[in-house]
Nanobody
Framework: QVQLVESGGGLVQPGGSLRLSCAAS????????MNWYRQAPGNQRELVAT???????VYADSVKGRFTISRVNAKNTAYLQMNSLKPEDTGVYYC?????????????WGQGTQVTVSS
C-alpha cells in the first residue's frame, strides 16, 4: 500500500520560509519521480516542482529561484524548501508520484498540507 504523507505547512509572513516534507512508504522510493503540486482556492492544481530519480529538478516559472526540491532516498523522503514566500504561494501543497509498469501508470497523492502566506 503506497502512502505519501506531507508535513511542514503553516502560516508565514511574506518573505518568510517553510520546508515541506513528503514521507513515502510502499514504493521503491529511489526509482520514483517525486512531484509537488499546489492548489489555491478557486484554481486548478498546478505542478510546482519535480525531482527525478536521478536528482534532476524542474520548476514552474513562478517559483524558480525561490523554491528548491530535493530528496533523500535513504529516508524515503522528498522536500520542498520555499524561500521568499509571496501571498500568491498560498494554497494546499500535495506530494505526488507515478509508478509505471508495462500495463499501467498509477498516480499517488498525499493528503496535502496548507501553506498560508499572509501578514
Amino acid at each position: 500500500q503506497v502512502q505519501l504523507v506531507e508535513s511542514g505547512g503553516g502560516l508565514v509572513q511574506p518573505g518568510g520560509s517553510l520546508r515541506l516534507s513528503c514521507a513515502a512508504s510502499g514504493i521503491i522510493f529511489s526509482i520514483a519521480p517525486m512531484n509537488w503540486y499546489r492548489q489555491a482556492p478557486g484554481n486548478q492544481r498546478e505542478l510546482v516542482a519535480t525531482v527525478t530519480s536521478g536528482g534532476s529538478a524542474v520548476y514552474a516559472d513562478s517559483v524558480k529561484g525561490r523554491f528548491t526540491i530535493s530528496r533523500v532516498n535513504a529516508k524515503n523522503t522528498a522536500y520542498l524548501q520555499m524561500n521568499s514566500l509571496k501571498p500568491e504561494d498560498t494554497g494546499v501543497y500535495y506530494c505526488h508520484t507515478e509508478l509505471k509498469t508495462l500495463l499501467r501508470t498509477t498516480a499517488y497523492w498525499g493528503q496535502g498540507t496548507q501553506v498560508t502566506v499572509s501578514s
